[in-house]
């Protein structure tokens, strides 16, 4: 197992360092194929009108005039062992691991993403734990009532909750209970070491937003696996044996229904906390997706970076605990 | 330039329309009295203050549905953060605090007059008033206005945000000046401070508005011990009324009193609230609702309401009472090209001015709470301002006139072209009002047989690689260019000469989209910045508006106008023409 | 061909339309009366079981034979309380050591599913969970029977049951899962599952169809032998007649959810009765049949057991349906006593021409 992880390790990181070089390469190449040259990519960091040798400069400093494997190296190098940056009347240390310094505002990155990151921790796990027992509670509801009117409303709910958009469903939340039944006024993301309460009531409303949506995804998902493994042989087997419904429902028919989710469950949690872009956005919670947006609206590459290297570090991460979860989960498969 | 900020927000907001709509009007009704003062009545904000009082005690609450370029005062080219960095950065000289036209007027802040200039214009001096301190307690010298000068004009690849004015009009260094944070040695010759408390200034060429010009944060001191460059925005020493006490990139700030500021050097601020804070990245409509329902003091990016909350608010009688519809300084026109055939011609640009039918733009961007009908290239809040009309169409309808068609059409025969001609018309591709005016004008170029097909290009590449770079322009055909400018001092000067000086032209970058080069014009604005005689440059700003017109140059099509909220908790709140949103140097809370 | 002794008990069929049930019947330890067990569906009305009656006792072995969609799995499941009873109507009589099941709590069937009625499935490996390991799986079968018991001791028990079934090094084996166990080996699990807390009776679906031939053998070898270890009766649901050869003490022949023919198997191999029997016989592989003759499968499907054709719902197939003057086609024959002890059959022809065409067509075929 030792073997087999340190494997997966060792793949996660060479994914990571290609993700890297992707990410580079669409910035620099893509403009440069649209005929751009490295003098205008920088003429977005020079306020409006910059003279000629005021534009040299920010090219220089910015590195643009390195051929580009150097600036990824730089960048990789920079990860790892620190860079040194000149913003200031004095060089300044970036330390391990540094994302480097933003083009825009010439602050280093990763303060900013570290500070950020406790917000969407917070939005991610706390959402999770809802949808996660919401859907998976409905979903198994659902499948033993089958053909019900709770399963009909439930799965209609669900319906609308995979089908509309997180900006509608969070902008209608936001609308009816913090606009006209101000239940939760003046929304703001209020840190939990600083006031648990209102740190909670504060993210209730992005909290259902965002669970709404994965409920009804995985009120889906469970109630058809649930169908499926109810109809499965060793449901029969086990109701043979005598056991109560109950237990063959939990133990024998959940046991199976769920372990597919549980992959879904990590990769979806690895995405999201690589940033909800569009929950962060809707109730202006200074997370890591709103820095994505901003990274992205200001064309900022070392925000940019540090954002993909983020979320595709969450997204190996969550792959590798779930791959390593699902042979403890399910007898059948092993370690390759 | 300043810069016309769109929201990033649009897309989310658009979609919110609907919803909110819905909500708040059955919402609306109930509430009733928010208002409470008698003051609070629609567009009360203009040209009086609004709650005047003198209440000390409250927090200002400020909410951004983006975040500032920067907050530090050598760093920044946004309208918004002009005005409000004057709450800790003061500079030489500032706009008066006072609604109305008289907020145009420039007053001394740091310096104890307006500049006395010397050497036919080429020199000016300045003295700044005794017992000036630092949020430090350090005192303030003009050595710290020097180096806030030369760190925010010489250091570009570190300070890239703001513009380079000084760069461009100070004399340099016989080796080129590369800024104090390369250059330790010495500093720009051509700022002198013989004393702390003075400040000379040696331009290239006589500039009369150089007043305006340090009226810039970028004339803020800037103590050079506590200067760390970038990172500077993370501890910025204050020389105003409120210093930092927290703030964080992307997310906000809060200001507190300056022990230090006294009242007895300033005349202009008043220290009314306890404590100033600021949410940035709040979603616009999240930012009005929080407006309408009192949690926020106001909206610091002053460019208005989003369209989903106008139409809710401006229908309810309480909420319109709270809404300023202020001028914001700005101007909506195409630009003609006078490189690109057939409107290198005189006449098939007059034409165009003729056939244009402003009215149906105006309603295109949303009615005449968004802007008024220009005819002028000076909007009214820029000082020179002259209301004239060269190519007048009943009901301002073009060629939606019979008057307007037949005079377009003669001038179409005039320039050869009587069944009208082909070309392009180009606008930014995210700003859909801009889209929208572009449709409006195509329409009724349509009617005189002008046949306009629209070519969308990027906001982000519009000057340095499309609509600003005449090769483009000459190479795609664009006669017809979308643009919206706003001057980044409110002069004739500040707003004509990027978009009207021959000697502006650039490769790259361009403002001047019509290639105008008119050797009158040319002479009259560089005669003008030279004439030290206030009123006289100031009737000269009407005379190059007049023939810039004459030349069929661009045709103005709106003056841009912002509906502004103001909370009844809100005190000393007006529309500063200065700026064109409210004044922050004063407000006050309530709450 | 090995027919296995006739035992003093025999069958007695039963008309399905015309029982009429009142308190326990006779001393049989299963007893089925006239079971019916129906599906709603979209399409309409499935007859899967429509009146079948039959009765077994404690040694015996019963072997329910038919060709798949005959009913006979869902008699098995209906005897068990396992059909889907949201969707199924169940109605007549089973009689399981003087206690009837139909009516019953379906709490009560619970208990003595698994106590005292067991069953083993047709494919050992989807029937076993596969997350669980083997011995899990029998120590769960024998605690929810035995709530007292500890772990050990289940544990004890399952290992015990595994070396009774012949599953080499038990007590290793028993942390294996399924998927580690060979085919025969799984059954071998199913059935010391099946019989973890001596079960009286013992239903048996398929439980050698997705084995091997060798395999087959040694599987219907362990069942028997235990049964005699055990004394229980055991219910053996086939479409093979081999497997019904070699284990049954009594053959029941079900089409179309119903019975067609019943008696001792050895009476039944030797003097088949009914035309369906005749088509069963005459298409079972058999190793010293000559290898170019053909197999003689029935012309024909089964029925839809939404349309069971009116009349003997085999007359559409059977070669001889002209002989009964038309009444196959109205009249649904009842099973009626042979003249030979125990063996009933449910055909409109007389027992002359059945003699007749066994003997001068069926048997040289055989």
Known sequence: MTAYIVRRVIAAIILLIVVTMITFAIFFLVPRLAGETSTQLAAQYVGRDPSPDALAAVQKNLGFDQPLYQQWWEFAHGIVAGRTFRYGPDASVCHVPCFGYSFKSHLPVWPEITSRLPVTISLAAGAAVIWVITGVAIGVLSALKRGSVFDRFSMGLALAGVSLPIFFTALLSLALFSYKWPVFPNLQYVPITQNPVLWAKNLVLPWITLAFLYSALYARLTRAGMLETMSEDYIRTARAKGLPERQVVIRHGLRSALTPIITIFGLDLGLLLGGAVLTETAFSLPGVGQYAVEAITDNDLPKIMAVTTLAAFFIVVANLVVDVLYVAVDPRVRYR | ?591 | MKHLPLGPNHLHGRSGTTVTAEGPPDSAFLSVRDLRIHFATDDGLVRAVDGLSFRLDRGRTLGIVGESGSGKSVTSLGIMGLHRSARARVSGEVWLDGEELVAADPERVRQLRGRKMAMIFQDPLTAMHPFYSVGQQIMEAYRVHHPDAHRKEARARAVEMLTRVGIPQPDRRVDDYPHQFSGGMRQRAMIAMALVNDPDLLIADEPTTALDVTVQAQILDLIRDLQRETGSAVVIITHDLGVVAEIADDILVMYAGRCMENGPAEDVFTHPQHPYTWGLLASMPRINRERKERLLPIEGNPPSLIRVPPGCPFHPRCRYAQLTDGRSETEVPSLVPTDSPGHSVACHLTPEERRRIFTEEIAPGL
């Open chain 2, 1 to 591: 330039m300043r810069t016309i900020r769109s929201s990033r927000t649009a897309v989310l907001a658009a979609a919110a329309a609907a919803v909110v709509l819905a909500v708040t009007s059955c919402s609306s009704s109930g509430k009733g009295g928010t208002a409470g003062t008698s003051s609070a009545a629609y567009n009360a904000g203009i040209a009086g203050v609004v709650n005047p009082s003198t209440h000390t005690g409250g927090t200002v609450a400020y909410q951004l549905s983006s975040t500032p370029d920067s907050m530090d005062p050598g760093n920044t080219y946004y309208a918004f953060m002009w005005d409000f960095s004057r709450l800790y950065a003061r500079a030489l000289t500032t706009f008066s605090t006072a609604p109305g036209t008289a907020g145009l007027k420039l007053v001394p802040d740091l310096a104890t007059g307006l500049g006395t200039s010397s050497d036919g214009g080429r020199t000016w001096t300045y003295h700044i008033r005794p017992g000036l301190k630092f949020s430090d307690g350090t005192p303030i010298t003009t050595a710290d206005i020097k180096y806030a000068i030369e760190r925010s004009n010489y250091a570009p690849d570190v300070l890239s945000n703001g513009p380079t004015y000084f760069h461009q009009y100070l004399v340099d260094n016989s080796t080129p000046y590369q800024g104090p944070y390369k250059d330790k040695t010495g500093g720009l010759n051509s700022i002198q401070t013989p004393d702390a408390t003075t400040i000379v200034f040696h331009l290239k060429q006589p500039f009369a508005d150089f007043d305006y010009l340090v009226s810039n944060p970028q004339t803020a001191p800037v103590p050079a011990a506590k200067d760390t460059g970038a990172s500077y925005v993370n501890n910025i020493v204050s020389s105003g009324s409120y210093m930092f006490s927290s703030y964080t990139d992307g997310k906000g700030a809060s200001l507190v009193k300056n022990p230090n500021w006294s009242a007895a050097s300033d005349p202009l601020r008043k220290q009314y609230p306890d404590k100033i804070t600021i949410d940035f990245n709040v979603a616009q409509t999240t930012v009005d609702q929080n407006l309408i329902a009192g949690n926020t003091t106001l909206d610091m990016a002053g460019a208005g309401i989003a369209a989903s909350t106008q139409a809710t608010a401006l229908s309810n009688a309480s909420q319109k009472g709270h809404i300023d519809d202020a001028q914001s300084g700005a101007l909506a026109y195409v630009a003609m090209s006078t490189n690109v055939a057939p409107l290198n011609n005189l006449h098939c640009r007059m034409a165009v001015e003729y056939a244009i039918d402003k009215t149906s733009v105006q309603t295109a961007t949303g009615g005449d709470v968004h802007g008024d009908i220009a005819s002028t290239v000076l909007p009214p809040t820029v000082s020179g301002y002259t209301p004239y009309n060269l190519y007048a169409t009943p009901g301002d309808a073009g060629a939606d006139s019979p008057q307007g068609l037949a005079a377009a059409k003669q001038q179409l025969s005039m320039c050869g072209m009587p069944n009208g001609f082909t070309t392009n018309l180009s606008a930014r591709a995210d700003r859909p009002n801009e889209i929208a005016m572009a449709q409006a004008v195509q329409a009724s170029l349509k009617k005189v047989g002008i046949n306009v097909s629209i070519q969308q290009y990027p906001s982000g590449k519009y000057f340095t690689d499309n609509a600003g770079a005449p090769a483009f322009v000459h190479a795609h055909d664009l006669g017809l260019m979308m643009m919206a400018w706003a001057a980044d001092w409110p002069t004739g000067y500040g707003f004509l000469e990027q978009i009207l000086d021959g000697a502006t032209i650039k490769a790259s970058g361009n403002s001047n989209l019509s290639e105008l080069n008119d050797p009158n014009i040319n002479s009259m604005l560089s005669s003008a910045i030279q004439n030290t005689n206030d009123a006289a440059r100031t009737a000269a700003w009407g005379s190059i508006d007049k023939a810039a017109m004459q030349q069929a140059a661009i045709v103005p099509l709106l003056y841009r106008k912002d509906l502004l909220y103001r909370p009844a908790a809100a005190t000393n709140v007006y529309v500063t023409e200065a700026y064109g949103m409210y004044d922050y140097l004063n407000v006050g809370s309530t709450k």
